[in-house]
C-alpha cells in the first residue's frame, strides 16, 4: 500500500475524493497525512471527518519563502511519502523541494496546460470564448504549472455558461480523473523514467502524447 500525503490550501473536495478511493480500494494507497498552509481551509475538516491526521504549516508565520519550504521537505522527509498530492495547494513551491521530489510530486491544475497557468483560469476561458476547457494533472516542476504533463480532462464550453457551472462541471471532472490517475501511479502504470519523459504501462493513450480523457458533462 503507498503512502499518500495531500497538500492542501483550500476546500479539500478533491482530498475527499482521493480518500473515498482508497476506502473502496480503487487506489492501492492510504493518505497518511493532509497538510495545509492555511489553518482556516476547510479542507481539514474534511480531513477530521473522514478520520485523516493533518499538520498545518502555515506560510505566514515563516519570516521568507526558504524558511517554509524547509519546514515543509523536513516534514515530508519524515513522512517519507510514496507520492505527494497537490490538490488546491496555493503556494509556489521552489527548485530545492521540487527536484527532491520531482518524480513522487504531482499537482492539479484547472486548465488544459499550456494554456491558462496560474490563477482565474475559468474566468479567461470563458472570457476568450474557449471551446473547450479542462484539467490537468503534472509532476511538478519549479515552474509554476509546467512540470511534465501526465493527464488532462476535457469538457466543452456551451454558449451561455456561467461561472459556477463551469466550475462544477470541472469539479465533478477532477474528481474522477486525479483519483484514477492516482490509482495508475501506485500501480506503478505511470512514472517519470530517468529522462524526466513519462512513461505509460496497460494504458491505451490511442495515439496521443499524453493521457487525455473527453467528458460529455
Ligand atoms: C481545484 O479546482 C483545483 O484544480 C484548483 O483548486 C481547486 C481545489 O479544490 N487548483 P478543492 O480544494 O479540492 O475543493
Same mark, same amino acid.
Given at each position: 500500500? +503507498?503512502?499518500?500525503?495531500?497538500?492542501?490550501?483550500?476546500?479539500?473536495?478533491?482530498?475527499?475524493? #482521493?480518500?473515498?478511493?482508497?476506502?473502496?480500494?480503487? #487506489? &492501492? $494507497?492510504?493518505?497518511?497525512?493532509?497538510?495545509?498552509?492555511?489553518?482556516? @481551509?476547510?479542507?481539514?475538516?474534511?480531513?477530521?471527518?473522514? $478520520?485523516?491526521?493533518?499538520?498545518?504549516?502555515? =506560510?505566514?508565520?515563516?519570516?521568507?519563502?526558504?524558511? %517554509?519550504?524547509?519546514?515543509?521537505? +523536513?516534514?515530508?522527509?519524515?513522512?517519507?511519502?510514496?507520492?505527494?498530492?497537490? @490538490? $488546491? %495547494?496555493?503556494?509556489?513551491? $521552489?527548485?530545492?523541494?521540487?527536484?527532491?521530489?520531482?518524480?513522487?510530486?504531482?499537482?492539479?491544475?484547472?486548465?488544459l496546460l499550456p494554456k491558462?497557468?496560474?490563477?482565474?483560469? =475559468?474566468?479567461? @476561458?470563458?472570457? &476568450?470564448?474557449?471551446k473547450i476547457h479542462g484539467i490537468s494533472i503534472h509532476f511538478?516542476?519549479?515552474?509554476?504549472? @509546467?512540470?511534465p504533463l501526465i493527464a488532462q480532462g476535457i469538457i466543452d464550453?456551451?454558449?451561455?455558461?456561467?461561472?459556477?457551472?463551469?466550475?462544477?462541471?470541472? =469539479?465533478?471532472i477532477?474528481?474522477q480523473l486525479?483519483?484514477k490517475i492516482?490509482s495508475e501511479i501506485?500501480k506503478g502504470n505511470i512514472y517519470l523514467n530517468?529522462s524526466n519523459e513519462i512513461n505509460y504501462l496497460n494504458i491505451n493513450l490511442k495515439n496521443q502524447k499524453i493521457l487525455k480523457i473527453k467528458y460529455e458533462?
Amino acid at each position: 500500500m +503507498k503512502k499518500i500525503v495531500v497538500l492542501i490550501s483550500g476546500s479539500g473536495s478533491n482530498l475527499e475524493a #482521493i480518500v473515498n478511493n482508497c476506502n473502496s480500494n480503487n #487506489i &492501492n $494507497g492510504e493518505v497518511i497525512k493532509v497538510i495545509s498552509n492555511d489553518p482556516s @481551509a476547510y479542507g481539514l475538516k474534511r480531513a477530521s471527518d473522514l $478520520g485523516i491526521p493533518s499538520k498545518i504549516i502555515d =506560510h505566514k508565520k515563516y519570516n521568507n519563502r526558504d524558511d %517554509f519550504e524547509n519546514s515543509l521537505e +523536513k516534514y515530508l522527509d519524515q513522512l517519507n511519502p510514496d507520492l505527494i498530492v497537490l @490538490a $488546491g %495547494f496555493m503556494r509556489i513551491l $521552489g527548485s530545492k523541494i521540487t527536484n527532491k521530489y520531482l518524480k513522487k510530486m504531482i499537482n492539479l491544475h484547472p486548465s488544459l496546460l499550456p494554456k491558462y497557468p496560474g490563477l482565474n483560469t =475559468h474566468e479567461k @476561458a470563458l472570457s &476568450n470564448s474557449d471551446k473547450i476547457h479542462g484539467i490537468s494533472i503534472h509532476f511538478v516542476s519549479s515552474e509554476l504549472d @509546467a512540470g511534465p504533463l501526465i493527464a488532462q480532462g476535457i469538457i466543452d464550453l456551451k454558449k451561455n455558461d456561467k461561472l459556477d457551472e463551469v466550475i462544477n462541471r470541472i =469539479h465533478t471532472i477532477e474528481h474522477q480523473l486525479l483519483p484514477k490517475i492516482i490509482s495508475e501511479i501506485c500501480k506503478g502504470n505511470i512514472y517519470l523514467n530517468q529522462s524526466n519523459e513519462i512513461n505509460y504501462l496497460n494504458i491505451n493513450l490511442k495515439n496521443q502524447k499524453i493521457l487525455k480523457i473527453k467528458y460529455e458533462l
